[in-house]
Nanobody, 127 residues
Framework: QVQLVESGGGLVQAGGSLRLSCAASGCTFSMYAMGWFRQAPGKEREFVGAISWSGGSTYYADSVKGRFTISRDNAKNTVYLQMNSLKPEDTAVYYC????????????????????WGQGTQVTVSS
C-alpha cells in the first residue's frame, strides 16, 4: 500500500521559512515525479511545483517562483518543499502528490494523472 506522509507544517510569521517533507512508502519512489499542491479555505487546489524523478528538473508556479524550492532524496524516499519569504497568502493545506513515470516533465505535472496524494499539512502565515 502506497503512502505519502507530509510533515513540517505549522504557524510562521510573514517573511519566515518552513520546510515541508513528504515521505513515501510502499512504492519505488524513483519511478515517480513528485509535486506539491496547496488549497486555501474556500479556494480550489492550486499547483505549487514539481520535480522530476531524478531531481534534475523542477518547475514552479509563478506565485512561488524564487521563494520556494523543491528537492528530493531518492535514498530516503522523501521530497521536500523549502518555503522562504512566506506571505499570508501562502496560508493553505499543502499536499504532496506522485505521478508515475520517469518521462514525466515537471512543467506538465499540474495536468498529469496523479497516482497518489498525501493527507496534507497545514501552513499558516501570520501578518
Amino acid at each position: 500500500q502506497v503512502q505519502l506522509v507530509e510533515s513540517g507544517g505549522g504557524l510562521v510569521q510573514a517573511g519566515g521559512s518552513l520546510r515541508l517533507s513528504c515521505a513515501a512508502s510502499g512504492c519505488t519512489f524513483s519511478m515517480y515525479a513528485m509535486g506539491w499542491f496547496r488549497q486555501a479555505p474556500g479556494k480550489e487546489r492550486e499547483f505549487v511545483g514539481a520535480i522530476s524523478w531524478s531531481g534534475g528538473s523542477t518547475y514552479y508556479a509563478d506565485s512561488v517562483k524564487g521563494r520556494f524550492t523543491i528537492s528530493r532524496d531518492n535514498a530516503k524516499n522523501t521530497v521536500y518543499l523549502q518555503m522562504n519569504s512566506l506571505k499570508p497568502e501562502d496560508t493553505a493545506v499543502y499536499y504532496c502528490a506522485a505521478a508515475y513515470g520517469r518521462g514525466r516533465r515537471p512543467e506538465n505535472f499540474a495536468g498529469a494523472k496523479i497516482d497518489y496524494w498525501g493527507q496534507g499539512t497545514q501552513v499558516t502565515v501570520s501578518s
